[in-house]
């Protein structure tokens, strides 16, 4: 299978890195309070690179974790 996104390694590393380390329900919580749904599976398959990501999701990832959103273009 081919990656469907290029971010899902550096959005697991932005997520143990939070201090403290966030779990993807944590994570899924963050969102929800953006506004934006993915659920556990989502997370997990998007670090796996089995789903894509839409630009709103990046965006909303890039503010949960406190990270610029070009963290996640950045080489690993």
Known sequence: MTNKNIIGSRLRKARKAAKPPMTQLDLV????????????????????????????????LAKALKVPVTYFFEDS
């Open 29 to 60: 919580a963050r969102l929800q309070l953006l506004g934006v749904s993915i659920d556990q599976s989502g997370i997990s398959k998007i670090e796996a690179g089995q789903r894509p990501v839409f630009d709103y999701e990046l965006a909303a």
